[in-house]
């Protein structure tokens, strides 16, 4: 870490915050320039907060040169990260193939979708038991029920499943169901809901928020690793943008950059960024071929009924033939794509 010292700051001031510096612990190297006078802090990494330093009389800035995210930084994991969701590999190499409806509406059509998309070669079922919804009066979700029907068909065509979770209390009972958590947009920095996910040892999959930065979403998944969860797969979903052509604003660049930065899966989510079926298999293309380690797309067998973001579902086939482009793409980049474990899970 590195402490700036104001210009005419007083020999007393620096003298102090030195003493302040090796108050805890930490050893400080004076550095006098001809225009500042900068001062080098080394030791242990868990006193190094600049918060602490940036109070102190005679101090212009405090700059900290280690990531605040240090779980989840390639500085703490220099490899890519594999998370392994019930069987299905996502991360170093491997693609995960996330398909499913919005909400879980009822047993019949968690189904025939499921039966379509493992079909189309999907290796984990997704399906929303509660909804964060803007409105309300809007669809809530099933809850408990839809959960059992997301299990059950899961179970059935031996697909792993993916549901969210919304309130801190529910975490043990989505665990009981799920082979991987879900943390929605709205909820990334809701940090009761992060420790409490950190605390099972189930993957989470983290949704970057419509208003947060690359670096937000790393400081969310840290929350979850500091628990001792290392299960984390980032999901980049669209960020808030000025045009209302698209429901959300695609930030392919936020693959490699997260991969820059961190160990950590990160796959996307073309649906709830476009929010048009007519632009989610370019941006799903985009994705993988950005280096996304897994695509995750609502298919619906009938959008027009859809309980919830029916306008932006694929239909099956539409699904199917996405599906069979992804695995092209893949094999020209060297990905490996699980194969949905089977029905005897
Ligand atoms: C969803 O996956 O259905 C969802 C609500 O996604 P997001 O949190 O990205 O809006
Ligand atoms: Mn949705």
């Given at each position: ?98 398909a499913g409806p ?7 059509r968690m189904d025939a979708i499921a039966e379509s998309v493992r079909a189309a070669g999907a ?154 079926p ?19 797309i609502e298919v619906h067998n009938c959008p ?9 579902a694929l239909l099956p086939e539409q699904y199917q033939k996405l599906a069979g ?21």
């Amino acid at each position: 870490m590195i402490i700036i010292l104001k210009s005419g700051v007083s020999e007393e001031q620096i003298n102090h915050v030195i003493e302040r510096v090796e108050s805890l612990g930490l050893k400080a190297h004076l550095s006098r320039g001809t225009h500042r006078t900068i001062i080098g802090v080394i030791g242990d990494k868990s006193q190094l907060l600049p918060s602490r330093f940036q109070a102190i009389p005679g101090v212009a800035d405090v700059i900290s040169v280690l990531p605040s995210y240090k779980l989840a930084s390639t500085d703490a994991h220099p490899d890519p990260s594999v998370v392994d969701i019930s069987g299905v590999k996502i991360g170093g190499g491997h693609l995960g193939m996330i398909a499913g409806p919005c909400a879980v509406e009822s047993a019949e059509r968690m189904d025939a979708i499921a039966e379509s998309v493992r079909a189309a070669g999907a290796n984990i079922l997704r399906g929303g038991a509660f909804k964060p919804r803007t409105s309300p009066y809007a669809y809530q979700g099933m809850g408990e029920e839809g959960l059992k029907i997301l299990r059950d068909t899961g179970a059935k065509y031996g697909m792993p499943v993916v549901t969210e979770v919304m309130d801190p209390r529910r975490v043990e009972m989505v665990e009981r169901y799920a082979d991987m958590i879900q943390i929605g947009a709205r909820n990334m920095q809701n940090f009761v809901l992060l420790t409490e996910v950190g605390q099972t040892r189930k993957p989470v999959l983290l949704k970057r928020g419509m208003s947060a930065t690359i670096v937000d979403l790393l400081m969310s998944a840290e929350y979850i690793l500091s628990q001792g969860n290392p299960n984390v797969v980032l999901c980049e979903r669209g960020v808030k943008g000025f045009d209302s052509a698209t429901r959300n604003l695609f930030d392919v660049a936020a693959v490699p950059a997260c991969k820059g930065l961190s160990h950590l899966p990160i796959i996307v989510d073309p649906s709830h960024a476009t929010g048009r079926p007519d632009l989610i298999p370019a941006c799903a293309l985009a994705g993988v071929a950005a280096g996304a380690d897994g695509v995750h797309i609502e298919v619906h067998n009938c959008p027009e009924d859809a309980m919830s973001d029916g306008p932006q579902a694929l239909l099956p086939e539409q699904y199917q033939k996405l599906a069979g482009q992804i695995r092209d793409l893949a094999t020209l980049f060297g990905k490996t794509i699980s194969p949905a474990p089977g029905s005897s899970r």
